[in-house]
């Protein structure tokens, strides 16, 4: 099956700090990855959409200047969440559609759980 | 109002029983119909899509849709601990390749 990578799996760091995630298709390419965030117990909300050599789409109330997402070739995107503050604390979890099979076969990373102190 | 919803659960069944999930929609414009399992602090990993009405089975899944309706289901036979998850029904509209998903229903299956 198609495998997603996320890293890191885990970050902490201090109110003000700029946080890099990785997000690589291992085993296909991927033209567009999504991003979303997940609090405890809800479902995931997208943030953006991240597309391979051109700007990402941003979901309405998404600011795009603290989330800035790259996507620098067919198998990695990168968001980096800039100056940030404890409510940015969250899971964050990439997908992405493996471009020769569909839209519908989605594939998700393993997130990661940033915590800001 | 939600353009899908699911209920959250929990869904608390015995081993060996059915489990049964659902989820209703609001647009008709939505043709594939997904279905994920999410454990506690992963991420969610596919299980089954649907493309327009109809069933689809995977070993001891399966996948309903009634477009009809707007409803669709998932049932889970024979059921272990191990499917102990978040279930979460997604979407994707004619022409797009956004996920729209259910809240999610949370499922304990109890040895």
């Known amino acids: 099956g198609a495998v997603v990578s996320q890293h890191p799996s885990r970050v902490i760091c201090k109110s003000g700090t700029s946080v890099k995630i990785e997000c690589r298709s291992l085993?296909?390419?991927?033209?567009?990855m999504f991003w979303y965030r997940q609090f405890p117990k809800q479902s995931l909300m997208l943030m953006a959409t991240?597309?391979?050599?051109?700007?990402?789409?941003?979901e309405q109330g998404v600011e795009k200047d603290k989330f800035l997402i790259n996507h620098a070739s067919l198998t990695l995107s990168t968001l980096t969440v800039t100056s940030a503050h404890p409510e940015d604390s969250s899971f964050y979890i990439c997908?992405?559609?493996?471009?020769?099979?569909?839209?519908?076969?989605?594939?998700f990373g393993p997130g990661t759980r940033l915590t800001v102190t | 109002q939600k353009e899908v919803e699911q209920d959250p659960g929990p869904l608390s069944v015995p081993e060996g029983a059915i489990v049964s999930l659902n989820c209703t929609y609001s647009n008709s414009a939505f043709q594939y119909f997904m279905w994920y399992r999410q454990y506690s602090r992963k991420g969610p990993e596919l299980l089954m899509y649907t493309y327009s009405s109809g069933n689809k089975e995977d070993g001891r899944f399966t996948a309903q849709v009634d477009k009809s309706s707007k409803y669709i289901s998932l049932f889970i036979r024979d059921s272990q601990p191990s499917d102990s998850a978040t279930y979460l029904c997604?979407?994707?509209?004619?022409?797009?390749?956004?996920?729209?998903f259910g809240g999610g229903t949370r499922v304990l299956v109890k040895p």
């Open positions: 085993d296909f390419q991927a033209t567009t």
């Open positions: 997908s992405a559609p493996n471009r020769d099979r569909g839209v519908h076969e989605q594939y």
């Open positions: 997604a979407m994707i509209k004619a022409a797009g390749n956004k996920l729209t």
């Open positions: 991240s597309n391979e050599g051109s700007k990402a789409t941003y």
